[in-house]
């Protein structure tokens, strides 16, 4: 637990950090599930920490946010543990999604960028091993070019480990070969892009960071990573504990860390790797309070990353373009009509630029085919919704309006179905004033009379193309909000 004081001027201060360990993860990777007895002991820690809220002054007016590793999301009883912690302590406990953690990860290295102004000259490639996940960002020039994540985890590896093993040659040798074929995909994902820098970060490497690195500019050869990554296997769980002030479950996970970061050094041949001596638990909290509000440098990384993706299915770019900022124009416009959020304009942003994206499966259905590519595909700080989200929107751009019976969208919350609705008006509203993908639409001002939206195009003397086009595509807008479509093609 981190609490933090905030001033008048904005300004956060560290009051206190707290920790308890309690064995979630190795319990969902070893058993698939939370025990009861670890619900019950997560409940005892947090209504300690609720205790210390109150002797320092907070009250019912203070910010409490509660998060929990997006790795409960693979436990067969998330449900019963999130319940348990809303009735034991009063508290609806919040599940960090890939998109969010992926925020966290980007505002970690954007210091690491600032601290070390030789990254936005190198090409670096920044790797986070999770307990449950690696995720892997490449930057050139201090901007994100590409984005993945492996099913390979501190956690993950250990958990399949042979506890009766004595060996520390015999232990990495396990680990080496068992996470070979995620350490491949990553190397084959990267090896033609020249990596200069290798960034690691990460609760366990981070944390003995300071025994390995330099002081100057946080960096350790591999030969020595190697070396310490075997000494640390030498030793007993009660060794590691005492030397390395850790619990026993961490004790556990430290070794399969370290080798994960290991081979993936070797796997690119570098002589040197740069390890953040910063405390990454706390490092992360103290980032939760600004990733959950989108920065300007995270949504342009998103937008890049889409692009990246829409540039890899030859989309016509020039139309994607003009479709997406047509349909921003028409959100902010619209606003007082949908009332959706900032973070909802940038999946509409992201689903204009990729709408067009199933044409390189096949020009015929290729709205289906683009619900296909998108769903299937990674674009950097979204998660599994937001990614449902704009696999849609991007599907109904054409042809039918959102039905329940849908694949992805009967799945949604109805909430979710609602975003979706609104979002795939829009976009259907903005591809059509670009029907002849000719960009001729060069403004347009909206104005609401009487159940109706008109839609005034200065630039344009005959709209007979785009009146035609809306006239098939603006069932969804008319549905959804009660408005009739009227085009003028003159000023307001």
């Known amino acids: 637990m981190l609490i933090t004081n905030h001033s008048e001027s904005g300004v956060s201060s560290e009051v206190d950090f707290l920790e308890q360990s309690a064995p979630i993860a190795p319990e969902i990777f070893s058993k698939g599930k939370i025990?009861?007895?670890?619900?019950?002991?997560?409940?005892?820690?947090i209504r300690g920490y609720q205790d210390s809220l109150r002797e320092l002054g907070a009250n019912s007016t203070s910010t409490v946010r509660m998060v929990t590793t997006n790795i409960l999301s693979e436990a067969a009883n998330r449900e019963t543990f999130l319940n348990r912690i809303r009735v034991g302590c009063g508290l609806d406990l919040e599940v960090l999604d890939d998109g969010e953690m992926t925020r966290l990860i980007y505002l970690k290295t954007r210091r690491r960028l600032k601290d070390t102004p030789s990254m936005k000259k190198r090409t670096t490639l920044v790797v986070h091993a999770g307990p449950g996940n690696t995720r892997s960002l490449l930057f050139r020039n201090g901007n994100i070019v590409e984005y993945h994540s492996y099913r390979l985890g501190t956690y993950r590896s250990a958990e399949r480990?042979?506890?009766?093993?004595?060996?520390a040659e015999k232990i990495m040798q396990i680990l080496h070969e068992q996470n070979q074929g995620s350490v491949s995909s990553l190397y084959e994902d990267y090896k033609e892009e020249k990596i200069q820098d290798l960034l690691l970060i990460g609760y366990e490497v981070q944390h003995v960071a300071p025994l390995i690195v330099s002081q100057k500019d946080s960096s350790c050869s591999v030969k020595n990573l190697r070396d310490f990554t075997k000494k640390v296997a030498c030793m007993s769980l009660d060794e590691r504990v005492r030397e390395f002030h850790i619990d026993y479950h961490t004790a556990e996970s430290i070794v399969a860390a370290l080798e994960m970061n290991l081979s993936i050094a070797e796997a690119f041949d570098l002589d040197r790797v740069r390890i953040?001596?910063?405390?990454?638990?706390?490092?992360?909290?103290q980032d939760l309070s600004i990733s959950s509000a989108i920065t300007e440098g995270f949504k342009a990384e998103v937008v890049n990353s889409a692009w990246i993706l829409a540039r890899k299915y030859r989309v016509h770019e020039g139309h994607a373009k003009h479709v997406s900022e047509l349909a921003l124009k028409l959100y902010h416009d619209l606003q007082e009509l949908h009332q959706l959020t900032d973070h909802d304009a940038l999946l509409l942003q992201t689903a204009a630029i990729l709408h067009e994206c199933g044409g390189f499966v096949s020009p015929k259905a290729?709205?289906?085919h683009s619900l296909y590519l998108i769903q299937n595909s990674e674009?950097?700080?979204?998660?599994?919704?937001?990614?449902?989200?704009i696999s849609l929107v991007?599907?109904?751009h054409?042809?039918?309006?959102p039905k329940s019976n849908h694949t992805v969208y009967r799945d949604l919350s109805e909430k979710d179905?609602?975003?979706v609705s609104k979002l795939a008006a829009i976009l259907r509203l903005a591809d059509s004033l670009d029907r002849s993908h000719s960009r001729r639409v060069k403004d347009l001002e909206v104005v609401f009379r009487r159940r109706k939206l008109h839609i005034y195009l200065p630039s344009i003397n005959d709209a007979s193309i785009e009146r035609i086009a809306l006239a098939s595509k603006g069932d969804l807008f008319e549905d959804i909000f009660g408005m009739s479509l009227i085009l003028h093609e003159e000023e307001l």
């Open 366 to 368: 290729h709205h289906k």
């Open 398 to 401: 054409r042809q039918s309006p």
């Open 417 to 419: 179905r609602m975003r």
């Open 276 to 285: 953040p001596q910063s405390h990454f638990e706390r490092g992360l909290l």
């Open 161 to 167: 480990l042979d506890r009766n093993l004595s060996s």
């Open 394 to 396: 991007a599907r109904y």
């Open 35 to 45: 025990s009861r007895a670890t619900i019950e002991k997560c409940v005892t820690i």
């Open 379 to 389: 674009i950097f700080g979204l998660g599994k919704t937001d990614i449902d989200v």
